[in-house]
């Protein structure tokens, strides 16, 4: 049995290589996570219950600052290394989880929410200078650390780099806005709406000066604020189930939802038609609006940023 399995392992390191996560860390780091991983894509099954899991690997931040970061009240219990097998019946991936290094050290951490899903990994990532392993209960595995976000889609591996990646490119276009705005419009277009597979078109609009014209077609929505934490669901909930672009001031405020963006003249001779309808429209009013920044979300979920007619950023399947 041990043989087998040796060779899936090393199947699963090819294939996560090739989905976009270059080795990093000593033998025994790969090893700890390729184990995590594989126990992630084959969990054990109990009368048809398939179980979420997640694990933290190697944090390398001070424990003292963790809660501060992720704003998570949070609680730690040693386990022992040996118990792993039983220890891992009670992380949920989502409020417990569990903790490994190379040294062999073990525990629980338990949240008083939970944070289980794309976007609370990549915080929690971030804020514990770790690699993060989840099972979440809907079936996807996803792989978060320094190198972005790998998603298990059923036949093959999806990368997203880091949102920071997405932002240099908006930077080096020549960008005189609030970068903090269009970061935060990226990561809830790859975390939140990608990551679901909600279709969304977001323009975020760098001047208070009118705009090309488009059609209105819905009433004016609530201001949400795309940088405030709260606003965030309801902004996800709606755009679930409206189609047009997704209005964005200057401050990230949301002003207008549904709108049906209208092409100029130029813009259609000057922008060929690129995928879909949605890909085709957010593209071609980026050239009517050249100081916009717009954001297009697929369905299956590759992200694309746009200025100037011109794209500055998009991710491969």
Request: hydrophobic fraction near 45%; proline fraction near 8%; charged fraction near 20%.
């Amino acid at each position: 049995m041990a043989p087998f399995r040796d060779r899936r392992l090393r199947r699963l390191a090819e294939e996560l290589e090739e989905g976009g996560l270059a080795p990093s860390g000593d033998g025994a780091f790969q090893a700890m996570l390729l184990e995590e991983v594989d126990l992630a894509l084959r969990p054990p099954v109990h009368e048809r219950h398939v179980p979420s899991s997640g694990t933290i690997l190697e944090p390398g931040a001070d424990p003292d600052a963790w809660s501060a970061g992720t704003q998570l009240d949070m609680a730690r219990v040693v386990v022992d290394p040996k118990a792993l097998p039983g220890a891992r019946r009670f992380v949920d991936g989502l409020s417990s989880w569990l903790v490994r290094t190379t040294g062999g050290g073990a525990e629980w951490v338990l949240f008083n929410r939970p944070a289980g899903s794309e976007r609370d990994l990549v915080v929690l990532s971030d804020v514990l200078d770790a690699t993060v392993v989840q099972r979440h209960p809907t079936g996807v595995v996803r792989i978060v650390g320094a190198f972005g976000v790998l998603r298990w889609e059923g036949l093959a591996w999806h990368h997203e780099p880091p949102v920071a990646t997405w932002v240099g490119a908006v930077r080096a276009a020549g960008f005189t806005g609030d970068t903090s705005v269009v970061e935060a419009m990226l990561r809830m277009a790859v975390h939140d709406l990608g990551s679901l597979g909600i279709g969304a078109l977001l323009v975020h609009r760098t001047t208070d000066a009118p705009g090309p014209p488009v059609e209105i077609r819905l009433p004016a929505p609530p201001p949400l604020h795309i940088r405030t934490a709260s606003h965030l669901a309801p902004l996800r909930h709606a755009l679930a189930q409206v189609d047009g672009a997704a209005l964005f001031d200057r401050h990230g405020v949301l002003r207008q939802l549904g709108v049906r963006l209208v092409p100029s003249d130029g813009a259609e001779r000057a922008v060929p038609p690129l995928e879909g309808t949605r890909h085709t429209s957010g593209l071609r009013y980026s050239h009517d609006d050249p100081t916009a920044v717009v954001v297009m979300v697929s369905e299956d979920g590759p992200v694309s940023v746009a200025r100037a007619g011109a794209l500055l950023g998009r991710a491969v399947r």
